[in-house]
């Protein structure tokens, strides 16, 4: 069964908020793949204290846990899923942390949520800058879009913390729920606009590389507008069709963010020598795509970026290889 898992651990709030939409369409195309299955699982690593206490789970960063609710004033209510069989099917309860408790309970109070909504709006804007340009968003409609996003993401965040607190909890949202955002949001954009809207938003991770190697090109070595969207396009094809690759065999894909863009890797592969090797051949096809557009130069620097994207992804994967709890040794008699 595939299953999509998204890791913030090496990046910054505003980018965190970057992939927002883009795990959020992955996470919508695994649900209609497999229309039985959990839609994600997402792990929120340590992160300095915010509004919340890490990228993931912060009411202020877009929908960073992209499974989704009801763009309405009414909480999300939890699914859970009763089974024959609790002592094997359910999971235990996650302890929440005071950040948490603190972000429920500001929930629970109507102008608690509206002041988590108001947050998120900021950080949606900031992080979510280029949109309304590149779109062609009036003020007004602008703010519309911001407002049911921010929602949204604050829903997201509510039903996601009582389903990691419930034992029972398969997944907090239900094929309704996901139907219902994405339809929030396309009437919020508005039709004429929507494809276009959909289109950039989809390729935003690309556009976060594309915009860290454009910093490193001096001169010459620049890339024109036209050959940066072609660069974008090109990346943002390759990291879907390889996505799709390493999901084969209901293999389950993670992604980390990265100070220069999103890496991916099996994160079902048995061994971590094994994990770190898909995320090196994930980074290879996104090399070799860019190759087909960049020149030697700015090859060269595309290269070094990933390399550092490696380098960051191998300390993630050692990190939580430590951390993994060892099999217990069981006494012989």
Same mark, same amino acid.
């Given at each position: 069964?595939?299953?999509?898992?998204?890791?913030?651990?090496?990046?910054?709030?505003?980018?965190?908020?970057?992939?927002?939409?883009?795990?959020?369409?992955?996470?919508?195309?695994?649900?209609?793949?497999?229309?039985?299955?959990?839609?994600?699982?997402?792990?929120?690593?340590?992160?300095?204290?915010?509004?919340?206490?890490?990228?993931?789970?912060?009411?202020?960063?877009?929908?960073?846990?992209?499974?989704?609710?009801?763009?309405?004033?009414?909480?999300?209510?939890?699914?859970?899923?009763?089974t024959?069989?609790?002592?094997?099917?359910?999971?235990?309860?996650?302890?929440?942390?005071?950040?948490?408790?603190d972000?429920?309970?500001?929930?629970?109070?109507?102008?608690?949520?509206?002041?988590?909504?108001?947050?998120?709006?900021?950080?949606?804007?900031?992080?979510?800058r280029?949109?309304?340009?590149?779109?062609?968003?009036?003020?007004?409609?602008?703010?519309?879009v911001?407002?049911?996003?921010?929602?949204?993401?604050?829903?997201?965040?509510?039903?996601?913390?009582?389903?990691?607190?419930?034992?029972?909890?398969?997944?907090?949202?239900?094929?309704?729920?996901? @139907?219902?955002?994405?339809?929030?949001?396309?009437e919020a954009?508005?039709?004429?606009?929507?494809?276009?809207?959909?289109?950039?938003?989809?390729?935003?991770?690309?556009?976060?590389?594309?915009?860290?190697?454009?910093?490193?090109?001096?001169?010459?070595?620049?890339?024109?507008?036209?050959?940066?969207?072609?660069?974008?396009?090109?990346?943002?094809?390759?990291?879907?069709?390889?996505?799709?690759?390493?999901? @084969?065999?209901?293999?389950?894909?993670?992604?980390?963010?990265?100070?220069?863009?999103?890496?991916?890797?099996?994160?079902?592969?048995?061994?971590?020598?094994?994990?770190?090797?898909?995320?090196?051949?994930?980074?290879?096809?996104?090399?070799?795509? @860019?190759?087909?557009?960049?020149?030697?130069?700015?090859?060269?620097?595309?290269?070094?970026?990933?390399?550092?994207?490696?380098?960051?992804?191998?300390?993630?994967?050692?990190?939580?290889?430590?951390?993994?709890?060892k099999?217990?040794?069981? @006494?012989?008699?």
């Amino acid at each position: 069964m595939n299953k999509l898992v998204v890791v913030l651990g090496t990046t910054t709030v505003t980018f965190a908020a970057l992939t927002a939409y883009y795990a959020y369409e992955l996470a919508q195309e695994n649900k209609r793949a497999v229309p039985e299955s959990a839609v994600f699982a997402a792990v929120a690593p340590p992160a300095p204290q915010l509004a919340a206490d890490a990228p993931l789970d912060s009411p202020t960063v877009a929908a960073s846990v992209p499974a989704v609710g009801p763009a309405t004033a009414a909480p999300v209510q939890a699914k859970t899923v009763a089974t024959a069989t609790p002592a094997a099917a359910t999971k235990p309860a996650t302890k929440l942390s005071a950040a948490d408790k603190d972000f429920l309970a500001m929930y629970a109070d109507p102008r608690g949520r509206r002041t988590l909504i108001d947050e998120a709006m900021v950080d949606l804007r900031n992080a979510m800058r280029g949109v309304q340009q590149h779109v062609g968003f009036t003020d007004e409609e602008w703010q519309r879009v911001l407002e049911v996003r921010a929602e949204q993401q604050v829903e997201r965040r509510a039903a996601h913390l009582r389903c990691r607190a419930d034992p029972d909890c398969k997944s907090p949202f239900t094929a309704e729920q996901l @139907a219902n955002e994405r339809q929030a949001v396309r009437e919020a954009v508005g039709e004429d606009k929507y494809d276009e809207y959909d289109q950039y938003m989809s390729s935003m991770m690309e556009r976060r590389t594309v915009e860290e190697l454009q910093k490193n090109l001096v001169g010459d070595l620049a890339l024109p507008q036209q050959r940066a969207e072609e660069l974008i396009a090109a990346l943002a094809d390759e990291t879907a069709q390889a996505r799709k690759d390493m999901s @084969a065999d209901g293999n389950r894909v993670a992604g980390i963010g990265v100070p220069n863009g999103m890496a991916f890797y099996v994160e079902s592969a048995p061994t971590f020598e094994a994990r770190l090797e898909s995320a090196n051949q994930f980074s290879q096809r996104l090399r070799n795509r @860019a190759a087909t557009i960049l020149n030697g130069n700015q090859l060269t620097t595309f290269n070094q970026m990933q390399d550092q994207a490696m380098a960051s992804l191998r300390a993630f994967l050692a990190r939580r290889e430590a951390e993994a709890p060892k099999p217990q040794k069981t @006494a012989m008699n």
